[in-house]
């Protein structure tokens, strides 16, 4: 393990290469507040920062909520240290996941709203992400890229200038995907069922790139000519039995209104569930198991934000005071994986699995399917 001054030289290093402030003053406070997270994760606002670390609450204060840096410039610079972090570590290709996740409402907001498409009501919104993963040594390594929240059309309006123009979830993931296609060469997409619209994948195939996603069971395809839903079709079901996999029921091409003819994969997850899984032709029935298994690592990372982190542990009412708290934290996540990376502490991990397996040399492909399963 490295010493406490190694880490320290490190962390200093790597928050250098995130100055894009105006002056000294406000990046000496921003390395405070850095520092603060990592010491007080859980609750990481502004008051218990200043507590933890001994600093004074109204430089923090207006470091956040009254200085002049955009949460852009600094996520610009947040994404160009991870495009270094994969260059030197692995191959330049990453996996890009659009997710959304339900968040804590802004203390501006009292009444209810929907948090997702399955009509949960809660006191919180919608805030549409997007996620890098890489694989280092055969163990899956996630960034956060970008975060957008999302408000209905009624409080946009009502907040006016400071939210901006509405915009749909499918409005928000086709910016992530912009956003990440600045900096990365992106190997496949990745996004769940409500994402699965003919919008949004012909503006993924429109800019050449690969995806992979999921559908309802309730949605409804036509196959050899006829319509039907996938889930409870006699027709679906009895279509190439013969085909079975390890991970797969069936698989089989079918016709959507609007994305033309797909291929689409039957999991069984156990339980009586069934997953479908939706790509075109080119990609393999396994490749697209295990891109669909690997989604889950965003699901990984909105647990650790959230609750190991305090992204949304923020005591500020201005969007742009709130975007800039969860820059800085997404900043600290990065951190944190680059520390991990540097010690290797993923290799080892692979190693000790693969003994514990009784394996000692594994194909590329079976150390890409084990690593995300």
């Known amino acids: 393990m490295p010493s406490l001054f190694n880490l320290i030289h490190l962390l200093l290093s790597f928050a250098s290469k995130l100055n894009i402030f105006s002056s000294n003053p406000s990046f000496r406070s921003f390395i405070f507040y850095f520092i603060g997270i990592l010491l007080k994760p859980r609750i990481s606002h502004i008051l218990s920062i200043s507590k933890v670390i001994l600093y004074p609450y109204q430089r923090l204060q207006y470091l956040i909520s009254d200085s002049s840096w955009q949460h852009q410039s600094l ?34 907001f009292s009444s209810k709203q929907y948090c997702s498409n399955i009509g949960k009501v809660e ?43 509405f915009k749909s979830k499918i409005e928000l993931a086709k910016e992530c995907v912009e956003e990440a296609m600045k900096f990365f060469d992106i190997d496949y997409l990745v996004f769940d069922s409500w994402y699965a619209t003919k919008d949004f994948i012909r503006f993924i195939e429109d800019r050449g790139l690969k995806w ?109 005071g709130i975007m800039r708290h969860c820059e800085i934290v997404m900043c600290v996540y990065t951190f944190l994986q680059y520390i991990r990376i540097e010690l290797g502490l993923g290799a080892r991990r692979r190693i000790r699995y693969l003994k514990f397996q009784g394996e000692d040399e594994v194909s590329k492909d079976t150390r890409y399917y084990t690593s995300i399963t």
């Open 212 to 320: 992979v996603g999921q559908f309802k069971s309730n949605r409804i395809v036509k196959i050899e000519g006829r319509r039907a839903p996938l889930s409870g079709s006699e027709t679906v079901w009895g279509l190439n039995k013969n085909q079975k996999s390890s991970s797969s029921l069936c698989c089989f091409q079918a016709q959507i209104e609007g994305i033309e003819e797909v291929k689409i994969v039957l999991v069984d997850e156990g339980g009586g569930r069934i997953s479908y899984i939706v790509s075109r032709e080119c990609v393999e029935d396994e490749k697209m198991v295990k891109l669909k298994k690997l989604r889950w690592q965003t699901e990984k990372l909105n647990y650790e934000l959230k609750n190991m982190l305090g992204m949304d542990e923020y005591r500020v009412r201005k969007k742009e």
């Open 75 to 108: 996520s610009s610079s947040k994404i160009s240290l991870v495009k270094d972090i994969i260059k030197s570590k692995t191959s330049p290709k990453v996996i890009l996941i659009i997710d959304d996740t339900s968040w804590r409402r802004w203390n501006k």
């Open 123 to 165: 006191r919180c919104q919608v805030v549409v992400r997007a996620d890098v993963v890489v694989f280092v040594d055969g163990v899956p390594v996630r960034f956060p890229i970008s975060l957008k929240p999302r408000f209905t059309k009624d409080k946009a309006n009502e907040l006016g200038d400071d939210i901006g123009e």
